[in-house]
């Protein structure tokens, strides 16, 4: 059902698709939590979730409508599971600030560049072209599902916080720790809020061409590093107060989905569309 609709009659319509499956998700949670444990049933919730955006983008004929589940879910989870919990201490106030900030951000972003429930993002495009036979595999499994689970994995530190936020108090390095945490978590954010600017600005006034002016000058795609810096803070938060431990893998994977996978796609396009991308390749570092 591909039809179009004005700009924010598409952001009203993916607002009730999200909110649909949010409410499928709380409820799927409540039935689940009398026999399971809540961290599993929240993972459950969540796929099911995915599930029923997915489907709208089946039958929008449009993969994007999950663009904005990558930013949405995690900071209203962390609210929720504080609810759930009962958890108000400093760490689980510092990590729910440092959430709903980045959260606002990169919905903010996805607003912002939205066109439409008629369009759809042009990798989308690319696997729907290259790969018809298996596109529907591809689109559930790879580019929904896969995000999905990467980011619960990258929660997964965020929401073990709630719960040894009740052990004994904390020592002054312990502070200093969480503190650097949520300081790299807001610095992340915000360098991703002011490379928004800057290449919204750029490509406004030089249509066609790659951004190479202020934190762009200085790294290729300072948007993903501090995507990627963002989960590493939620991590050191929580290894402040539990130390180093197997939790670290969601900011491992979090890091090699962008190094490998996101990276390398936006570069190829690039190289193939914009003239001089090459050269500003060579002389510009990835990230930092």
């Known amino acids: 059902m591909k039809r179009d609709y004005s700009k924010w009659c598409s952001v009203a319509l993916i607002t009730a698709i999200y909110v649909l499956a949010g409410v499928a998700g709380v409820l799927l949670f409540n039935v689940l939590t009398s026999n399971l444990s809540p961290l599993t049933a929240l993972f459950l919730a969540d796929v099911l979730a995915t599930i029923i955006v997915w489907a709208f ?4 004929e449009n993969v994007s409508v999950y663009d904005p589940y990558w930013s949405v879910f995690p900071p209203v989870a962390f609210l929720i599971w504080a609810f759930y919990t009962g958890a108000w201490t400093l760490p689980v106030i510092l990590l ?10 990169l919905t903010r972003n996805w607003a912002i560049t939205f066109r439409g429930i008629a369009h759809e993002d042009w990798r989308y495009t690319k696997y729907r072209s290259q ?10 499994f790879g580019l929904n599902m896969m995000p999905t689970l990467v980011v619960f994995a990258a929660m997964l530190p965020g929401l073990k916080i709630f719960d040894i936020s009740f052990s004994s108090p904390l020592s002054p390095l312990n502070y200093c720790l969480l503190a650097i945490g949520f300081l790299v978590c807001i ?28 934190l762009w000058k200085h790294g290729r795609h300072p948007n993903y590093f501090g995507e990627m810096s963002f989960w590493w803070g939620i991590w050191i938060m929580y290894a402040a107060l539990n130390g180093i431990d197997c939790f670290i893998g969601g900011a491992i994977a979090m890091s090699a989905m962008f190094l490998c996978i996101s990276i390398p796609l936006m570069e190829k396009r690039q190289l193939a569309n914009k003239p001089g991308y090459a050269e500003y390749r060579k002389q510009t570092r990835m990230l930092i």
């Open 57 to 60: 983008g089946l039958l929008y």
């Open 96 to 105: 729910l600030v440092a959430s709903w900030y980045w959260g606002w951000r």
């Open 131 to 140: 790969h018809p036979l298996v596109f529907h595999l591809i689109n559930l």
């Open 187 to 214: 610095a992340a954010a915000t360098i991703q809020l002011i490379a928004d600017k800057q290449i919204h600005d750029f490509r406004a006034a030089n249509p066609g061409k790659y951004c190479n002016v202020g």
